[in-house]
């Protein structure tokens, strides 16, 4: 592609001086597409024609708002085929991950279109004589909102639906690594029909990004991405009082208590921990599996992980993609490499592979003996790498998968449903799963963490209208 992919402000692609190559991680040799970096005066700019456009868009009817996710809804699922091969080509993660990926985007703006015109308050009586309370909800105002790469789609729409949905005007900078796919959302945006200055796209690396949550005309901030980021970015909006949301990593465990059902619970490991190539905030990093079926345990997943099949995303035949760059496969391999000093058994895997040619491919790694100061353990590695961990009991169990300061995704798989409850009231994570993978989540409740793994109100669903309305409450009498 020789076309330069533009910036899309106040309504209009718009060129920069600078731009940047992308190129596809499964075989590097080939160019995904060149796009412009905005600089902070591009940024600039697309915050002033947010505030400008922010007055009417507030005032806009929820009719409107629905109709123009709708079809927004409609046009991302009639080209779902065409834009899950682009993600695949563009972030590594195989072809079916990313038709899931794509479908799900367009569940989340069908299920915001309808949200658009559910937007309840509450309306009570007051305390006083003869004076009525209404609560309301409305539009916080412009907000900038910064997504990673390994969900370039689902992530930029889950955050843009609620945030249009409610009557805000967007600012997306969406990860370096994937504009492509960015692109194409902005672009089924702008032909849905959004009106000028409501959603825009600002592309580049961390100086974009820098430059969009301090720039006081932002009113609120959505983050996902890693913790250091997060943090620096913490300090930024809440130093100037601005709203913040924040989902950050994982160190997610899996339990596997003595009366699990042991090829499901490996079959859920395996998809935890290595498809999407690990890369997945909610991977399973963490096994935690009682010491009467250890042993079992880790030999069925060592036999079912050596069968998994690594290669080009677009390869029918793949389990698993290759990592998404370089620096990438770097991280990773290097705390492959480091594990064992810190203690960790090598069972399975980590090594850098050489085909197919030209490529970040990287084989899973099965790690034993974990404990909680292995750095494997105690830092997300995001990558397909797994400790396995023995507990001496279910106690010992609750206790490991608890022992971090992460609480984003943890599961168990038990036959039991006292051990499941159990583990459902002592989890400090915010998403528990009872025998089902650590990964996975519906587009209709809350999503996110607490701990180190989040800041601020839940995503999605019934969540996203903590962050991207406010109240106000009218105090009535004749
Ligand atoms: P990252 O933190 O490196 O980058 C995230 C985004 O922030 C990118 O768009 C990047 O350009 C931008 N950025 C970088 N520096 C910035 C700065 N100083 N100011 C403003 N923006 C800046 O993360 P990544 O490598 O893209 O993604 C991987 C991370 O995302 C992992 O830690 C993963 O756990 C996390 N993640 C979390 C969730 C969740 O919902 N909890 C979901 C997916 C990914």
Redesign the pocket.
């Known amino acids: 592609m020789r076309q330069v992919r533009n910036n899309y402000i106040d309504g209009a692609w718009r060129p920069a001086e600078h731009c940047s190559e992308g190129y596809n991680p499964s075989d590097t040799s080939e160019l995904i597409g060149r796009f412009a970096i905005a600089g902070a005066a591009d940024v600039r700019d697309a915050v002033d024609a947010a505030r400008k456009a922010f007055a009417d868009w507030k005032e806009s009817s929820p009719q409107q708002r629905a109709d123009i996710l709708d079809r927004a809804a409609n046009m991302i699922a009639g080209r779902t085929q065409e834009l899950a091969t682009l993600l695949a080509r563009e972030e590594g993660k195989t072809l079916p991950e990313a038709v899931a990926e794509v479908t799900k985007a367009a569940h989340t703006f069908r299920y915001f279109a309808g949200e658009a015109v559910r937007l309840a308050g509450a309306s009570l009586r007051s305390v006083r004589k003869a004076v009525d309370v209404d609560v309301r909800r409305e539009a916080v105002g412009v907000v900038g909102l910064?997504?990673?790469?390994?969900?370039p789609f689902s992530?930029p729409a889950w955050k843009s639906a609620p945030a249009l949905a409610y009557g805000n005007c967007v600012i997306l900078?969406?990860?370096?690594?994937t504009n492509a796919i960015a692109w194409e959302l902005a672009n089924i945006l702008h032909e849905a029909g959004v009106p000028r200055g409501v959603f825009q796209m600002v592309m580049?690396?961390?100086?974009?990004?820098?430059a969009?949550?301090s720039n006081p005309g932002v009113d609120a901030v959505s983050?996902?991405?890693?913790?250091?980021?997060?943090s620096?970015?913490a300090a930024?909006v809440i130093g100037r009082g601005a709203r913040l949301q924040l989902?950050?990593?994982?160190k997610n465990p899996l339990v596997v208590a003595e009366d699990a059902d042991l090829e499901k619970a490996v079959d859920a490991a395996v998809r935890g921990a290595f498809y999407s190539t690990g890369?997945?905030?909610?991977a399973s990093s963490r096994i935690i599996v009682d010491g009467a079926v250890h042993d079992d345990f880790v030999e069925r997943l060592v036999d079912r992980t050596a069968r998994l099949r690594i290669g080009h995303a677009l390869d029918e035949a793949s389990d698993i993609g290759p990592l998404v760059s370089a620096a990438q496969l770097r991280r990773v391999s290097g705390y492959a490499e480091a594990a064992p000093s810190d203690g960790a058994r090598h069972a399975f895997g980590g090594r850098v592979l050489a085909t197919p040619a030209n490529g970040y491919y990287f084989e899973p790694a099965i790690f034993l003996d974990g404990n909680m100061h292995q750095n494997i353990n105690r830092e997300?590695v995001?990558g397909p790498i797994v400790s396995v961990f023995k507990a001496a009991d279910f106690a010992d169990a609750l206790r490991l998968a608890n022992a971090t300061e992460f609480g984003?995704s943890a599961g168990i798989f038990t036959s039991s449903h006292a051990k499941a409850r159990a583990f459902i009231r002592a989890s400090n994570s915010g998403m528990v799963m009872v025998n089902l993978p650590t990964v996975g989540s519906d587009y209709h409740v809350p999503?996110?963490?607490r701990g180190a793994?989040?800041y601020g109100p839940k995503?999605m669903g019934l969540g996203a209208i903590e962050f991207f309305t406010q109240t106000k409450t009218a105090y009535i009498t004749d």
């Open positions: 910064i997504t990673p790469w390994n969900f992530i900078k969406p990860s370096e690594l580049g690396s961390g100086d974009t990004g820098a969009l949550v983050f996902t991405g890693s913790g250091l980021v997060g620096m970015i930024q989902e950050l990593g994982g890369q997945r905030c909610t997300e995001f984003l999503f996110g963490g793994s989040a995503e």
